[in-house]
């Protein structure tokens, strides 16, 4: 029977859910470390306390996990994309590649994250092409970091953008930087190119205030995490600019100019030309990092 169901329209549509982001790990019969990255960890019960998270059958790893007596969850902290990175797609040692400890069964926790988990295996159920494996808490600790956040393919840091970009009362700039396929949308004006950005007062929160201007604009974005917060040393006013990702292929009103490019336009302010040569750069990396400063001078936190 033919399914009505497009799995990569479904999987889109599952990426508006919010989740935060973790790392699953055992060890194997031979006791060496394994693990991946997970988003589909729940909490489950209370007393008893249980959690759950689905390995995918696609996994290396999905047979150890699958029988394993023991594992634990890794929840990652704000600043900790690239360990999700390592754990969701790199090939070798992903142990090699970060700090970890161990919990009390051995089983290897990563170090700085938010919150873990130790579990002994309650209950494995075959779901579909994952399985739900449910994990009874023996232990688990947790600091006073925020959780890295993920939606719609991206990560994002509620706290650093809560204390940053959604401050009432200002006047600001909020625009996205939104790439598809490989290009990035700007706009074209007298002064030179620009992102998409819209003039705030500050009563509406700057997401609330994109979300409503790009789909009234007719575009199919999904925004990202916050990627600048710069302030006018002159003019006052507050810039943020989000990452975000377009469908389609009709985008009215924006130029679409390939991300190696972008070093060679003229921008309306030098800030933007900054902001937008440092996108350009770390597009071939994937490492996406953080300005937070003025138009002139500012610090620019990395992700990692
Ligand atoms: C944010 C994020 C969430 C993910 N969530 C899951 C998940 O819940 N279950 C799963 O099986 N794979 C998930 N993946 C994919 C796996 O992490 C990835 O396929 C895995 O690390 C590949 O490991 P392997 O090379 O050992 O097969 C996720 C990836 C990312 C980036």
Redesign the pocket.
Known sequence: MMSLIDPRELRSAFGAFI?G??V?TTRDSSGSP????????SSVSLDPPLLL??????????EVFSNCSHFAISVLAEGQEQI??I?????GD?FARISHEADENGVPVVSGAAASFSCATEQVIPAGD?CILVGRVIGFSHSAKRGLG?SG?H?FSLGMERAAAEEPGQRQIAGVIVECEGDVLLHKADGGYRPIQIELDGSVPIRTALADHLSASGLNVTLGRVYSIFSERKGGRRHCYLLASAKGSDFPGCERVRASRLRELEYESPALRDMMTRYGLETQTGNFSLYIGDDQQGDIHSQD
């Open positions: 989740t982001v973790t699953v394994i693990g991946f990255t997970a988003n589909s960890f998270v689905c390995p995918g059958r696609f996994l290396s790893s999905f999700s990175n754990f969701a797609g790199f090939k992903r994952h993920y393919g990560y």
